[in-house]
């Protein structure tokens, strides 16, 4: 079983820049890819970002290709998403989540086997 902990979300003003943490418990962190996904009020959980188990494959979703920044560290079973030029329409809680392999697509959420509890990132205007 794997269990997930995000960290490094808050408040942050327009422009502004975050970077989200993703521990994950277990031996299996290399073998698996990761995803981060965001849910705002109102709306659908939806695909951000994913990294493949080597960290060589990386895919965005397209609001916030070329703002944030998915990496991996598996010497320390973490993940990060790295926000940049944060927009209001980025506040949302963001959810960290690793798979065994894309089942479906590497932007469903169904591809993600565990999921973390989230960590709330506002963006004031």
């Known amino acids: 079983q794997v269990q997930l902990v995000e960290s490094g979300g808050g408040l942050v003003q327009a422009g502004g820049s975050l970077r989200l943490s993703c521990a994950a418990s277990?031996?299996?962190?290399?073998?698996?890819?990761i995803g981060w996904f965001r849910q705002a009020p109102g709306k659908e959980r939806e695909f951000v970002a994913t990294?493949?188990?080597?960290?060589?494959?990386?895919y965005y979703r397209g609001s916030v290709r070329g703002r944030f920044t998915i990496s991996r560290d598996n010497a320390k079973n973490t993940a990060y998403l790295e926000i940049n030029s944060l927009k209001p329409e980025d506040t949302a809680v963001y959810y960290c989540a690793l798979g065994r392999e894309y089942r479906y697509t590497y932007y469903s959420q169904r591809s993600y086997d565990y999921w973390g509890q989230g960590t709330q990132v506002t963006v004031s205007s």
């Open positions: 990294i493949g188990r080597s960290g060589g494959n990386t």
């Open positions: 277990g031996r299996t962190f290399s073998t698996l890819n």
